[in-house]
């Protein structure tokens, strides 16, 4: 990855982007993926990464399902599951 990295070209926005390393794996026939249980939300921005601490305080660190006899906290509205 971090060779990828290396050939990286900032973004109009002037950052390095995920989506470039992404680019990367699709043209070298590499790129994998699997469906993870949880939600999921954006912390690129100190606003949002307020938000995403406040959701971790909240309902924890991507929770799995409750056991039996233990109650999990709703999913704030907003937040892709």
């Known amino acids: 990855m971090f060779q990828k990295i290396r050939r990286l070209k900032p973004s109009g926005r002037g950052e390095l982007e995920i989506t470039d390393v992404n680019n990367f794996y699709i043209e070298e026939g590499k790129l994998t993926y699997e469906v993870l249980d949880g939600w999921w939300t954006d912390a690129g921005t ?13 309902t924890g660190a991507n929770k799995m399902p409750a056991k039996k006899n233990e109650k999990q906290a709703k999913v704030p509205e907003g937040v892709t599951r």
């Open 46 to 58: 100190f606003e949002s990464l307020l938000r995403a601490n406040n959701l971790v305080a909240e």
